[in-house]
């Protein structure tokens, strides 16, 4: 009994001490209980230096915390270990005061000697950790260094904007450093999937109960985290977290339907109006939202201007052409074709769901066949031969070949509809799905003359909350500025001036500090973008989140976002029954 | 004897390494390799992508990567895979211990069911009984086997619905909580029903396949059999119809069946394939799928391995017992 | 002449071989039934563009999906009549998310008229034609349309379409067979006939075997081929100089040492062929180890990894037709071995001896000879072998490696069920047919093989 009451005083002390963090959930919660999810497939490790994919980095970001991450209510920076910091110099310098007597589960303190040693770890180019790129600014390093136990200071080489949500994860010292200092290899080898559960030390909300390869891995909550709810209940609420391995979207479905899993997101209107059915049918206390936002993820045209054929390469230059193609793109039909009459046309380079930078004023060259072919008249394009394809002047038939992966349903139906309409006014598109990996060889290598061997593909890239981890597709030399692309990391021998434009822009967006004066170089981004096309941008696809009424701590239908989700923290996340 | 074993074993040896570098060859040509993939991330760089590039040894010429993963392979590792950056054994063995157990309860079923009806089908050649089991077992073989596993997931799905308990699994290989615990924790035999449970319906799919080309191959060993002058013989001596077939005909007819197991076993790993796939059970195929996809080599080319070494050592298996139960072959 | 004549009605009074066979195939009513089945669905195949309403391609894509079309068979007032349709409309419902399909005859009816002028087709690929087995010219100018079996997601007509896909499905399995068979047969033959007799692969320069090999044959050609493997062992050489070179580069300690030592030893060795050693290769060991090689290759792997090998920017025709090799590269190997085997045993037959001893050359023994020993069990082998490639096919397409869209094949618009799921069952059925048409026809084809088998094999005495 003593015992027990010395530990209980203890465990009160180390509470006065903590700084803990108060996540403002949607509601106040209760403990225990438990959380089903789906994953599409098995995550690859546990290790943060080795994780490349989002099935191993959705569970690794709740093993390590981050500095700071954004807030689900307003996506500005919040501060996770961190709990303040302070920008100096002009921006050039960050100044991060840590969270004092945040534990590691093992009960080590967590302190400025784990964030300086991951920033070093990441920053390793023998390491090739996925967040290395967070260290490198314009080619020079982000300087990381300890001020005491628990300050650190991030030094930059010049001031970066989204310096505060790079989500970099912290990792044990007292683990990882002794393997790091024997090579990179015994580092990598660290929290691979064989390592048994309890060896596994973690700093996030939860750590690792079990994991049954190819079915289901289960996480249990960690004891030592440093996490309260707003009347200081310890978070996170629930006891374990369940993410079940189901690598078919059809399984993925049924799960829900059968009351086996707790969250859900429809991909298609097919699976909407099951899941509708089966609520509207009282035999699922569940409830979805359709159409509640749109995905992240866009899918557009790209033309190639370094095109072999120098006709080709100065028709896709032509703004006027792409103009014509973006009115040759029934967005309504693919919506309702592609995607199940769920989602939005996109217009513009920027997510829709990234509000704090998105605006819809920009540009839209809508449906209009007419106009299309208006268009391609003034380029000289006026009469159809035998076949009814449109002929120039000299005798050069409109014609271009589109490709995207194969096995991605929602692109191969989106290239496929444009190719008919395209057809149906007199331009040969030629579609066929190709290798994916094909695709981006053709995408992205040149050959030494600068020439790449595509004409059209429609491709998508993953968004995100930040446009300047987008910069790699927006300025000259990015390697994934697609429509023009120099050779060797330089910058196209022929550029527009609105690619000019562009550039200067995206770097002006990523050094501004000031949020107001951001927007407004993004919103004017996105209007050069939405004007001269050098990306036609297609449909977004529909965000239809769904749930079962035992989970509390939810999202109401207007709040749900596809960038934050279904909940704001998943440390507030809790089962009703 | 010993002698012809070791020499079969040292020709498996040329073998081996043919079927290796012919799959390491076939995996090279395809386009991309496994980093392609991360060049479409926004957020990699171009010198980062050259430098896992370099950490992969994905920049040498195939040949050296060839020439390295056969070292490795002779000193008793199968290298390290790409994307799980761990032993290639280590990430394959749990699913190959998965894909056995469909392979095992598959075959058992198939020679339960089939050499009973192929006795029938030959005692009684050209009955209705026969007619109808050779339709029976010819439509088991002519069904796609991924559509079947569709079916029997509907089925499954269906059942489930109209009798609102869990009759029959979707899709997986064990429940998350066993009699009311969670799985690792339950006692032992409940977790083996819980597995078996699991198998019933994808060894139901895969079983059909096999069993009615075992029938065919039973019932033409066993007709084969009745018309020889031993049986015959032993009619003429008035030993009964019964003796006669189950004694002394039965027991010819089923030995080349029962040794050619070896043969079975390895086609039933590659067979189980699409089902593993439709049906979501952990085994080798989905993830080889991935690991082709992601171009993992040597997580492929360490699924090739195990299943070569298998393949070739199912055979030998087979010549051997043949030739130990037929004295006819000789080892030559 | 008139001699042999008179001989084989000598012994006419047994039958020949084949009629026995005809007689005891003909007493198998489910062999006779597979033939009968397959007569009409290969019949199908070739009729597909005059059984289909619609070209192959043509998609409606407000109608993904739709269900069979309605045809009346009453009018208004209820009397039997021509078989009509509707103008319908296909719509999502936005409350409850589905797809509804509403008939409206109020617009008018669409009689269905059998032997019409449809689209223009070219039959056979190349004869003009516009004859089609269903339609009207309210079909051509789309005012309604005729779905007998339901539409696929991009709205095309599932009962055409299966038709047009039977032209790959059913032949893919012949082609592969026969390319196998001849690969096979081929590479088989060859193995039997030259088993046991070793084949000069190269002599080395400085041997005296070198000048007697000049000797032989013509001195160009006896250059040529001397040019020729010297090529191939520089070749070799230079491909071991450059492994070596990297592997050095990336090992230390033992493992270096031994891998400088083999391939030293390596090099060496090509370089004591080029000088001294006479190479000779048995060309049965090179086939048969071949074969082993592709055997022991799980059959999964290489189908997928060959098929992801395929460039997808390539005409239907050729897809089809790398498909089919592909499917036959796997499978030749089994055939190649049996052959052998056959033409091991045949060899030592006396008439093949005879043949060879009144001076016919190898070939000509292998093929007027030797190779019909082998007919009636080939027959018996292809019959069984179609089934099995017509079901690797539709794997393939099911995993989206083999033909693709818009051009068809029953495993490909099965393959719709599957990404449909499980309200393929509940909702929409008739994407099942192509499954059905899977089952059909390899059913057939085994009871027509297993029919022949009887038949054909020369030990059934009934």
């Known amino acids: 009994m003593k015992k027990l009451l010395v530990l209980g005083m203890l465990a009160l002390a180390g509470l006065a001490l903590a700084q803990p963090k108060v996540f403002k959930g949607t509601e106040v919660g209760k403990p225990g209980g438990s959380l089903r999810t789906s994953s599409i497939s098995d995550p690859r490790t546990f290790n943060p230096f080795v994780a490349r994919e989002t099935s191993s980095t959705d569970i690794i970001s709740n093993f390590f915390p981050y500095l700071t991450s954004y807030s689900p209510y307003t996506l500005q920076p919040e501060g996770a270990l961190a709990t303040s910091w302070e920008v100096r110099n002009n921006g050039l310098t960050v100044i991060f005061k840590l969270r004092q007597g945040a534990k590691w589960s093992d009960g080590q303190a967590i302190s400025a000697d784990d964030v300086i040693f991951s920033a070093t770890v990441h920053a390793d180019p023998k390491v090739n950790s996925n967040s290395r790129s967070s260290f490198i600014l314009d080619g020079q390093p982000i300087k990381w260094s300890k001020v005491d136990q628990y300050t650190v200071r991030a030094d930059f080489p010049k001031p970066y904007a989204p310096a505060l949500i790079q989500s970099w994860s912290i990792v044990p010292e007292h683990i990882f450093g002794p393997a790091y200092r024997q090579g990179p290899e015994k580092l990598q080898a660290l929290y691979n999937l064989d390592t048994p559960p309890a060896q596994i030390v973690v700093g996030g909300p939860f750590m690792l109960d079990q994991y049954a390869k190819g079915e289901r891995l289960v996480l249990k909550r960690n004891p030592s985290y440093w996490g309260t709810d707003e009347k200081g209940n310890p978070v996170a609420y629930l006891d374990r977290w369940t993410f079940q391995i189901v690598a078919n979207t059809e399984a993925q479905l049924a799960r829900f339907l059968g009351g086996d899993t707790d969250l859900y997101a429809a991909p298609d209107g097919d699976k909407v109006a099951q899941v509708l059915e089966r609520i509207r049918a009282g035999r699922l206390a569940g409830q979805i939202f359709p159409n509640a936002d749109v995905t992240t993820g866009t899918n557009f045209i790209v033309f190639n201007w370094n095109n072999k054929d120098p006709f080709k390469a100065n028709l896709f230059r032509q703004v006027k052409f792409r103009r014509a193609m973006a009115h040759l793109m029934d967005k309504k039909s693919m919506i309702e074709v592609a995607q199940g009459g769920l989602g939005r046309p996109q217009w513009s380079p920027i997510s829709i769901p990234v509000k704090q930078f998105f605006t819809d004023d920009v540009a839209k060259y809508e449906f209009n066949p007419q106009r299309a072919a208006q268009l391609l008249a003034e380029l000289g394009f006026r009469t159809k031969n035998k076949d009814g394809f449109l002929v120039n002047a000299q005798g050069q038939v409109l014609e271009f070949n589109l490709a995207t992966n194969q096995g991605n349903t929602l692109r191969e139906r989106i290239a496929q509809i444009f190719a008919d309409e395209a057809k149906k006014a007199g331009v040969k598109v030629n579609y066929r799905p190709i290798d994916f990996n094909e695709l981006v060889r053709q995408l992205t290598s040149p050959s030494a003359d600068g020439t790449r061997d595509f004409d059209a593909i429609l491709i998508g890239l993953t968004g995100g909350i930040e446009p300047a981890f987008s910069r790699n597709v927006w300025e000259l030399n990015g390697s994934l500025h697609t429509w023009n692309q120099g050779v060797n990391g330089q910058n196209p021998k022929q550029v527009e001036s609105f690619e000019v434009l562009i550039d200067k822009l995206m770097k002006q967006g990523a050094t501004t500090l000031d949020p107001a004066k951001r927007r407004e170089i993004y919103v004017q981004f996105q209007k050069v973008v939405a004007e001269n096309l050098p990306l036609i941008y297609t449909v977004a696809p529909a965000y239809n989140p769904a749930r079962l009424n035992r989970i509390g701590g939810l999202f109401d239908k207007d709040q749900v976002s596809a960038i934050v989700g279904q909940y704001p923290y998943i440390e507030t996340v809790f089962a009703k029954d | 004897m010993w002698s012809y074993i070791v020499r079969r074993l040292l020709q498996l040896v040329p073998t081996f390494f043919g079927a290796t570098l012919l799959a390491f060859i076939i995996i090279q040509l395809a386009p991309g390799d496994f980093v392609t993939r991360l060049e479409l991330d926004p957020t990699q760089t171009r010198e980062s992508i050259a430098s896992l590039r370099r950490e992969f040894a994905l920049d040498q010429p195939w040949t050296v990567q060839y020439a390295k993963w056969v070292s490795g392979v002779l000193q008793g590792k199968l290298g390290l895979s790409l994307s799980y950056k761990a032993d290639v054994w280590k990430v394959i063995w749990p699913r190959i211990l998965n894909s056995m157990v469909l392979v095992v309860l598959s075959t058992l079923l198939i020679y339960l069911v089939a050499i009973p009806v192929g006795v029938y089908s030959a005692v009684r050649q050209y009955s209705i009984g026969d007619r109808v089991l050779t339709v029976l077992a010819f439509i088991g073989v002519a069904i796609p086997n991924f559509f079947f596993a569709l079916i029997m997931l509907f089925v499954a799905v269906w059942l489930n619905d109209t009798t609102g308990m869990k009759l029959l699994p979707i899709g997986g290989m064990t429940s998350e909580f066993v009699g009311g615990v969670p799985y690792l924790q339950a006692p032992w035999w409940q977790r083996t029903l819980n597995v078996l449970w699991h198998a019933l319906p994808v060894v139901l799919v895969l079983a059909t396949t096999g069993t009615a080309g075992l029938i065919r191959v039973m019932r033409g060993q066993m007709l084969e059999v009745l018309n020889q002058d031993y049986i015959r013989t032993a009619r003429a001596k008035g030993v009964s119809e019964r003796v006669a077939v189950y004694k002394h005909a039965l027991r010819n007819a089923v030995i080349p069946l029962v040794a050619g197991i070896g043969f079975l076993l390895p086609g039933l790993i590659g067979g189980a394939g699409l089902i593993e796939v439709v049906m979501a059970w952990p085994g080798i195929t989905p993830m080889l799928l991935d690991a082709i996809s992601a171009v993992d080599l040597y997580l492929v080319m360490g699924f090739i391995t195990v299943t070569t070494i298998l393949l070739m050592l199912g055979n030998l298996l087979s010549d051997l017992l043949l030739a130990w139960v037929d004295p006819r072959i000789r080892y030559n | ?462």
């Not at chain 3, 539409?151 to 067979?177: C, K, M, P, Q």
């Open chain 3, 1 to 462: 002449m008139t001699g042999k004549i008179e001989l084989r009605e000598g012994i006419g009074k047994s039958e020949s071989f084949f009629q026995m066979a005809w007689r005891r195939f003909r007493r198998h009513p489910l062999a006779r039934l597979g033939g009968w089945v397959l007569l009409v669905l290969y019949l199908g195949a070739l009729f597909a563009d005059f059984l289909a309403p619609y070209p192959e391609g043509k998609s409606f894509r407000q109608f993904s999906y739709a269900p069979p079309t309605q045809v009346f068979w009453r009018d208004a007032d209820g009397r039997l009549t021509r078989p009509y349709v509707c103008a319908s409309e296909r719509k999502r419902n936005p409350e409850t998310f589905r797809v509804e399909v509403t008939t409206d005859c109020s617009q008018g009816r669409y009689p269905i008229y059998f032997f019409v002028h449809g689209e223009p087709y070219k039959f056979l690929g190349f004869i003009p034609a516009n004859l089609r087995l269903m339609g009207g010219d309210w079909l051509v100018s789309e005012q309604a349309h005729l779905f007998i079996w339901g539409t696929d997601d991009f709205g095309r007509d599932l009962w055409g379409r299966i038709w047009y896909g039977s032209r790959v499905s059913l032949t893919v399995g012949i082609f592969a067979t026969v390319l196998a068979l001849l690969i096979g047969v081929f590479l088989g033959g060859i193995a039997g006939l030259y088993a046991g007799k070793p084949v000069t692969l190269s002599v080395g320069f400085a041997s005296p075997e070198f000048r007697h090999y000049l000797r032989r044959g013509h001195p160009f050609a006896a250059w040529l081929k001397a040019l020729g493997w010297t090529l191939v062992w520089l070749g070799l050489a230079g491909l071991i100089w450059i492994t070596l070179q990297g592997f050095l580069q990336s090992s230390l300690g033992l493992e270096a040492i031994l891998a400088g030592a083999i391939g030293v030893g390596l090099l060496g060795a090509i370089g004591y062929f080029l000088v001294w050693q006479t190479v000779k290769l048995d060309l049965d060991t090179l086939i048969m180890r071949t074969t082993e090689v592709l055997a022991a290759i799980p059959d999964l792997f290489l189908l997928i990894t060959l098929s992801v090998l395929i460039p997808q920017d390539i005409p239907p025709a050729t897809r089809f037709i790398l498909v089919v090799s592909i499917l036959s590269f796997v499978n030749w190997g089994g055939l190649a071995r049996t052959v052998r085997s056959q033409v091991l045993q045949l060899r030592e037959m006396e008439y093949a001896q005879a043949a060879q001893a009144l001076g016919a050359s190898e070939a000509r023994t292998l093929i007027r000879h030797i190779l019909p020993g082998t007919f009636t069990y080939l027959i018996v082998v292809v019959t069984l072998s179609i089934p099995g490639f017509i079901l690797a096919e539709s794997g393939l397409s099911f995993l989206g490696l083999g033909i693709q869209e818009p051009a068809s094949s029953w495993g490909l618009l099965l393959s719709k069920a599957q990404q449909t799921g499980i309200i393929a069952f509940t909702e929409r059925p008739w994407l099942l047919i192509p499954g059905l048409f899977i089952l059909i026809a390899v059913l057939a084809y085994n009871l027509l093989g297993d029919g022949l088998r009887d038949a054909l094999d020369p030990r059934s005495r009934r």
